[in-house]
Nanobody, 113 residues
Framework: QVQLVESGGGLVQPGGSLRLSCAAS????????MGWYRQTPGKQREFVAT???????NYADSVKGRFTISRDNAKNTLYLQMNSLKPEDTAVYYC???????WGQGTQVTVSS
């Protein structure tokens, strides 16, 4: 059984920064592509970024150049550095193990003045 626990969300002003973390239990983290997704009320969960086992990254156009995904396999932890935040980045952010059904519980990010 894999558990994913996100942290680092909060309230930030437009233009500010946050760093999200996703801690994974078990010893399989390093074998999977990991991803960040986000969801706002009434909308489908959307892709934000992924990072492969060889550290290749992919980003949604809406966050490219502002967000950076990274991983620390020794700590079984996934990160999302979010800079130049905009009100439209407000959402619950989730991490996901590969294309599996393992998701974290989500962490709320609110960008507002």
């Amino acid at each position: 059984q894999v558990q994913l626990v996100e942290s680092g969300g909060g309230l930030v002003q437009p233009g500010g920064s946050l760093r999200l973390s996703c801690a994974a239990s078990g010893n399989i983290f390093s074998r999977y592509t990991m991803g960040w997704y986000r969801q706002t009320p009434g909308k489908q969960r959307e892709f934000v970024a992924t990072i492969t086992t060889s550290d290749s990254t992919n980003y949604a156009d809406s966050v490219k150049g502002r967000f950076t995904i990274s991983r620390d396999n020794a700590k079984n932890t996934l990160y999302l550095q979010m800079n130049s935040l905009k009100p439209e980045d407000t959402a619950v952010y989730y991490c996901r193990l590969g294309a599996t059904g393992y998701w974290g519980q989500g962490t709320q990010v609110t960008v507002s003045s």
